[in-house]
């Protein structure tokens, strides 16, 4: 199984709501990363989690919280979302850190805050 | 941080014609720069990366050159075709793409013209 999947494909939110995004490989992978794209954008890190700890947080706010139960699982919890946080939302995973080792997209969540 | 600078913002080719696509980076210590490939609506895809212990790769009609002096990287695409046509994307990463993350350029949309 060389795939990231991710659920949902799609979600509506209102500001006042409480919702998760999922991430999930099989490949063995021990890092898992959280991008943000926007229209017309390049993806924009957010944060790293390598062996199931989180690495890098990129200065995101705290209406975003991660979360690696296991290797093979990555969460974003969001909360109090504005609209300005609408964006596709991508996992990503990679075999290792500490080499140049190739990561791999999920299809991302494509998110509306209303 | 890594800045990555990407050039042009359209490229616009007959099919059958080359396309090249460059990139700038601004940190020495950067030693990865993948290339991905998004078409509309799907995920990035990774088409072809380099190492900074290599001067050039080639996979069939797409070739990375990389040169560390002047912190520049190309990608060239030769023989165009339609399914050539999508958003580009250049990266580069420190230490690899393990647990630092990529710093994306803003991307380059290649029209592949019939």
């Known amino acids: 199984d060389t795939e990231v999947t991710q659920t949902p494909k799609h979600l509506v939110m209102g500001m006042t709501n409480k919702k998760s995004l999922k991430c999930e490989q099989h490949m063995g992978h021990r890092a898992m990363y959280w991008y943000k794209q926007k229209a017309k954008k390049p993806p924009e890190l957010m944060f790293v989690y390598s062996y199931e700890k989180l690495s890098i947080n990129e200065s995101v706010p705290s209406r975003f919280s991660p979360e690696c139960p296991n290797s093979s699982l990555l969460n974003l919890h969001l909360h109090a979302l504005q609209p300005e946080d609408s964006a596709l939302y991508l996992c990503a995973s990679s075999q290792d850190i500490g080499r140049s080792y190739e990561q791999y997209f999920g299809p991302g969540t494509r998110l509306t805050v209303t | 941080g890594e800045n990555v600078e990407q050039h042009p913002s359209t490229l616009s080719v007959q099919e059958g014609d080359s396309a090249v696509i460059k990139c700038t980076y601004s940190d020495s210590a950067s030693n990865y720069f993948p290339w991905y490939k998004q078409e509309l609506g799907k995920r990035p895809q990774l088409i072809i990366d380099i190492r900074s212990n290599v001067g050039e790769k080639k996979d069939q009609r797409i070739a990375v050159t990389l040169n560390k002096t002047a912190k520049h990287f190309s990608l060239h695409i030769t023989e165009t075709q339609p399914e050539d046509s999508a958003v580009y994307f250049c990266?580069?990463?420190?230490?690899?793409?393990?647990?630092?993350?990529?710093?994306f350029g803003k991307g380059t949309h290649l029209i592949i013209q019939p």
């Open positions: 990266a580069a990463s420190i230490s690899g793409g393990g647990a630092d993350g990529l710093t």
